[in-house]
């Protein structure tokens, strides 16, 4: 059966507006009764994916691999690699392969363990925020640069390399420029735009005293449903090629000229390696189960570019191939980047991603080592791997010359950047120079780089370019939000969820709409959710994906689910005679025909970031060579079902095709109606199993959460959201943030509730059996915590049940309660499945929440 299909989850539904009002309600019922709780410590260390084989049963061929040339060893560095290593202790030899996170370790911890780098992940800023000012920033380099050059104790004292992910500008930097996403850059197809871009991101970063971007992303997506696809130029590899040597160039400069890692330049990083974007199903950190010449002529080429670029440090992919971790696989990491490419610099690891590795932890893995390691990126877990890893090597487990061999590559690196001989983060050339953030040439180079993105898709009738001299109705609630249009990687790791008082650099698309249209004449009109009878000349619409990071983004089908604006009302309009201009933004092609067909123009505006006058630049042609050139990078999608074939591969037929774009004065035909079949069937539907409710950082099937205080709502982001005195954040449980912080300040009434936003959900399934809500939770201070569990609330205004739960200690443990005691005997009509309060403040961290058949242990309070 092949059905159309299309979803909302905004707030206009009867029943979620009905049981938002029933949440809120909850927080005035009598106090819950006491609940015995089944506890259960559960480990916190997440279990490699099955199936996994050894490194024994995967082979590659290295003569199949091409010859590269990368930059010839310097000599003098060798001969002083010799020197620094014969005055170094083994615990300092250790240390130096260890990178641990902000969040996780202090500048004692550094000069203590010697550590060779630290890293700050996408929510790890200095203070209280996922991002900081430029003086946060500064100050807190300076500490940990301070205590890792603190001679005491040893005979040389080596400089940590500080790390982020500045993967479209340096976004954790309030202030800093933010340029579209990956995906649109790579519709640009400009090389020499691209480096422009990587050389203003390393100046931003050098004002906040970072020394090191794990950039570029050169994965070379083939399966769209994939959560990080924003992150790959193309889903063909001539463009990813074309692109890692120019990024190289710019973050680095180029080998042989004077200012190669100098002044206002930064040490690369090229990853995934390899084949991230080849996995299975397109799921994140999953099995790329193709060929060795597929691995070389699809996900290799960028790496070959890069390495010849002279890009520093690889990082080593969650993923598998075949069945092998990258981060255990000798074959990948040493018989064929180091050996038979040539790689001089060193490979880093992912999160933790060692510990995925069979019979490894995140706190115990000779086996990524021995492979060819040579930096584990223990962001939490760097004490314990410090510690095994010294072990290791005393015991013989790790032979000293691959610790020494790692160690030489990592100096090659910071000796390479001139790091022995550099002042304080603070104290460098550029470092706390406000005139390099955001300054003028970022700025119109970021706008350029929109403008250069955007791909035209349809324009029936020539609706473009708008006249600036008419009555212009915006909608969509992409127009006015910078950080729905910035997408993830923004601010914070997941993105969304900021106003725009936080891009104090960046404009809003509806100001570029307003600032291309006022001089000309016209007038503009602004209603977000649509409704507005107001007469206009023309409606431009703006609307689409809301921002999400690495597998939080990952789908089971690319049918575009409307969020935040309804898109039944771009019909209303067409239906008026009135032409309607739809401004797409996401972070992949989606399936969309329905929006198609109630637009007369379409444009794919992918993530354009904080330029969003660039996008008013080419609408209404304000200069005469603003045109659409951005042509598709990656195939634009005829069905929604599963995954679509890529450019060479059988049954290859999308709606749109790789290259396919439109520009201003094309004789093309109208596009018309297109089919509104998605090819999804009722089965395909289903959101999953209905007894999950929210794990790997994301609620599943048709929950959605909202954080709720008195009479005011704010639905649950991806990064962070806070409503009066209640806030909740991110913290991680078996992966990146894929946890919930819940944290009530004094007098907080605030509450998270987990909600059907339609009908009542049948959770009961097949069998008739008790129900169990299940969840993980740890009380981050270590202490204990009173919390309070309530479920389904009815429509006379009355929770059906509460009870209170004590989650005690610092360590995730594992809590029931009986369904049953917090009103949910009836399994078939649960409006509210969970929904968590707490009556005095304090914080707790919740993970992995879902029904599971009643275990009998847990008994409801009297």
């Known amino acids: ?11 206009k539904l009867m029943g979620g507006a009905a049981c938002l009002a029933l949440l809120s309600a909850c927080a005035t019922t009598s106090e819950p009764a006491e609940v015995e709780v089944t506890e259960t410590i559960v480990e916190t260390v997440k279990p490699a994916p099955a199936p996994l084989m050894t490194e024994k049963d995967v082979t590659v061929t290295p003569s199949l691999w091409p010859d590269i040339t990368v930059p010839a060893l310097d000599p003098a560095i060798e001969a002083r690699i010799d020197d620094i290593m014969s005055k170094m202790t083994l615990e300092q030899k250790v240390g130096q392969v260890v990178q641990g996170d902000t969040d996780s370790l202090t500048p004692e911890d550094v000069k203590k363990y010697r550590l060779g780098s630290v890293l700050s992940g996408g929510s790890s800023a200095p203070g209280d925020e996922p991002f900081a000012s430029k003086e946060a920033w500064l100050e807190a380099a300076d500490a940990y640069w301070n205590a890792s050059i603190d001679p005491e104790g040893v005979e040389i004292a080596i400089p940590i390399i500080w790390g982020i992910d500045a993967v479209h500008g340096h ?17 640009a197809n400009d090389p020499d735009l691209i480096e422009d871009i990587a050389r203003i991101t390393a100046q931003e970063l050098i004002v906040s005293g970072h020394d090191w971007t794990f950039a570029p992303t050169i994965a070379t997506p083939q399966d769209d ?12 590899p001539e463009i990813v090629a074309a692109y890692a040597e120019r990024i190289v160039h710019g973050l680095q400069g180029v080998p042989g000229q004077d200012d190669f890692l100098g002044n206002g330049r930064v040490i690369s990083s090229a990853k995934h390696y390899v084949a991230d974007g080849g996995t299975k199903a397109g799921h994140d950190q999953g099995d790329a189960q193709i060929s060795e010449q597929e691995l070389i002529d699809i996900h290799a080429q960028g790496y070959f570019t890069a390495l010849e670029a002279g890009v520093q440090t690889v990082m080593s992919s969650f993923s598998s191939w075949n069945g092998v971790k990258m981060h255990g696989s000798h074959a990948m990491l040493t018989e064929i980047l180091k050996d038979r490419l040539g790689f001089t610099g060193f490979v880093v690891g992912d999160w933790n ?8 932890t995140n706190t115990d893995c000779p086996q990524s080592m021995n492979a060819g390691l040579d930096m584990y990126m223990a962001p939490d877990s760097w004490k314990g791997i410090y510690e095994s890893t010294l072990m290791h090597v005393q015991n013989g487990d790790i032979p000293m010359e691959r610790l020494d061999d790692a160690v030489r590559r990592i100096l090659r690196v910071k000796l390479a950047y001139g790091i022995f001989d550099k002042a304080a983060p ?6 706390n120079e406000a005139s390099l953030l955001a300054s003028d040439e970022a700025r119109a180079l970021a706008r350029r780089a929109v403008r250069e993105s955007l791909v035209l898709l349809k324009n029936d009738d020539n609706v473009l370019p708008l006249s600036r001299d008419k009555t212009v109705l915006v909608i969509g609630d992409g127009a006015e939000s910078i950080s729905k249009a910035a997408g993830g990687w923004t601010l914070s790791w997941q993105g969304g969820g900021y106003d725009n008082s936080y891009f104090p650099n960046g404009e809003s698309i509806l100001e570029g709409i307003e600032e291309a249209l006022l001089p000309g004449g016209g007038k503009l009109i602004f209603d977000p959710e649509g409704n507005s009878d107001a007469k206009a000349d023309v409606v431009i619409a703006v609307y689409g994906e809301n921002p999400y990071a690495e597998g939080v983004g990952d789908v089971n089908n690319l049918d575009f689910r409307p969020n935040g604006f309804d898109t039944e009302h771009l019909k209303t309009y067409k239906d008026k005679g009135i032409p309607v201009v739809s401004v797409f933004l996401s972070g992949r092609p989606l399936w969309v025909n329905p929006e198609l067909n109630n637009s007369d123009a379409f444009v794919a505006a992918w993530w354009p970031g904080t330029e969003g006058g660039g996008v008013a630049d080419v609408l209404f042609q304000t200069e005469p060579e603003y045109d659409f050139t951005g042509r598709l990078s990656f195939s634009w999608p005829a069905k929604a079902k599963g995954y679509q074939p890529n450019p060479g591969e059988a049954g290859y037929d999308p709606l749109f095709a790789y290259g396919y774009g439109l520009s201003y004065g094309d ?19 289903k959101d999953g199993d209905p007894r999950e409710i929210f794990s790997s950082g994301k609620t599943r099937g048709s929950w959605s959460g909202m954080l709720v205080d008195a009479n005011e709502y704010v639905p649950l982001q991806q990064g962070a959201a806070k409503v009066g005195s209640f806030e909740v954040g ?13 944290n009530w300040g004094e007098g907080s009434q605030g509450r998270l509730g987990f909600v059907s936003m339609g009908l009542p959900i049948n959770i009961s399934g097949s069998a008739d059996v008790d129900m169990d809500l299940v969840f993980a939770a740890k009380q981050p201070d270590s202490g204990s915590h009173n919390l309070t569990v309530s479920g389904n609330c009815q429509q006379d205004g009355e929770c059906a049940g509460s009870q209170s739960v004590t989650v005690s200690g610092g360590e995730w443990a594992e809590y029931r309660v ?22 005095t403040a304090g914080r707790v961290a919740i993970a992995d929440v879902h029904f599971a058949p009643a275990s009998g242990d847990a008994e409801c309070a009297e």
Not at 225 to 236: D, L, N, P, Q
Not at 426 to 431: D, K, L, T
Not at 730 to 742: G, M, P
């Open 1 to 11: 059966m092949s059905i159309k299909t299309r979803k909302s989850s905004i707030l």
């Open 730 to 742: 991110r913290a991680d449980y078996k992966i990146q943030e894929d946890a919930l912080v819940l």
């Open 171 to 187: 976004a954790n930097l309030y202030g800093a420029t933010v340029f579209p996403h990956n995906i649109g850059l790579g519709a």
């Open 426 to 431: 603070s104290e460098r050339p550029g470092a």
């Open 667 to 685: 004789d093309e035909p109208n596009l018309g109606l297109v089919s509104e079949e998605s090819g999804l069937t009722a089965e395909d539907l």
């Open 818 to 839: 009986p369904g049953a005691c917090i009103g949910l005997s009836d399994l078939s009509m649960v409006m509210v499945p969970a929904a968590f309060s707490s009556e």
């Open 353 to 360: 991603g060692h510990g995925q590795v069979p019979g490894c």
């Open 225 to 236: 449903r994939w959560g990080r696809t924003y992150e790959g130029y193309s889903e063909r």
